[in-house]
């Protein structure tokens, strides 16, 4: 699986958009991007995943470049909930083995 | 609806004992997989089994660990003569199907003394 670089950490006002990026320059064409988020001493959660095309969910948008090389995590509205590590991972479809980076940790702050 | 059930939670054993840890899945999952997350080494991969077979042991770090699942449902990994650097927080998670949407438990935290 492709390898990501995300920056080690990002700083958010709550209440503002947070936009987390990803390179993933060798992803291949059938990998997908997943996002997954820990909060401290909780299990990881999923966040949302593509492979071309924007999706969007009830928790976030999840914006692919046209060559995919790279992706940017939108949490539209930051709450101090949403401090947490976030991972960047790619995968291949029905892929079994969730490889975790270092991820960047997100402080929101009032 | 349930989550992802692990027990226990937290468990403290001494070096050289055997330690059991338990994993409930979401019901209908097909898919399970143990992680573990120490503090030098992030979140690493140990294994995955769909249905009662696993084939995918590649994260396994020694024949001290071994891990089995039964009925398609409850998971039990363990670790035999544990040492020091066993010592991490050992995270279930399953899926529908094999997949990368993954639903992760909570996590048993052991200390090996």
């Known amino acids: 699986d492709a390898k990501t670089t995300q920056p080690p950490s990002m700083d958010c006002a709550e209440g503002r958009a947070a936009n987390l990026p990803c390179n993933h320059s060798?992803?291949?064409?059938?990998?997908?991007v997943y996002w997954y988020r820990q909060i401290h001493s909780q299990g990881p959660q999923y966040i949302i995943h593509?492979?071309?095309n924007n999706e969007t969910n009830e928790m976030a948008s999840l914006i692919i470049t046209e060559d995919r090389k790279s992706s940017t995590l939108i949490l539209p509205h930051a709450t101090l909930r949403d401090t947490a590590v976030y991972y960047c991972?790619?995968?291949?479809?029905?892929?079994?083995?969730?490889?975790f980076g270092a991820g960047t940790i997100l402080r929101v702050k009032s | 609806g349930a989550g992802v059930s692990q027990s226990p939670s937290n468990k403290v054993t001494e070096k050289g004992k055997d330690v059991e840890l338990r994993c409930d899945p979401i019901?209908?999952?097909?898919?399970l997989y143990w992680y573990r997350q120490s503090l030098g080494q992030g979140l690493e991969f140990l294994i995955y089994?769909?249905?009662?077979?696993?084939?995918?042991k590649s994260g396994l770090p020694s024949d001290r660990f071994s891990a089995e699942r039964t009925g398609g449902s409850v998971s039990t990994l363990t670790i035999q003569r544990t040492q020091q650097e066993d010592s991490a927080v050992y995270l279930c998670?399953?899926?529908?199907?094999?997949?990368?949407?993954?639903?992760f438990g909570p996590g048993t935290r052991l200390t090996v003394l």
């Open positions: 998670a399953s899926s529908l199907i094999q997949s990368g949407e993954q639903f």
């Open positions: 060798t992803i291949s064409g059938n990998e997908y």
């Open positions: 593509g492979l071309k």
């Open positions: 991972i790619v995968l291949m479809e029905y892929g079994n083995k969730l490889v």
């Open positions: 019901s209908g999952h097909t898919a």
């Open positions: 089994f769909q249905g009662n077979s696993a084939p995918d």
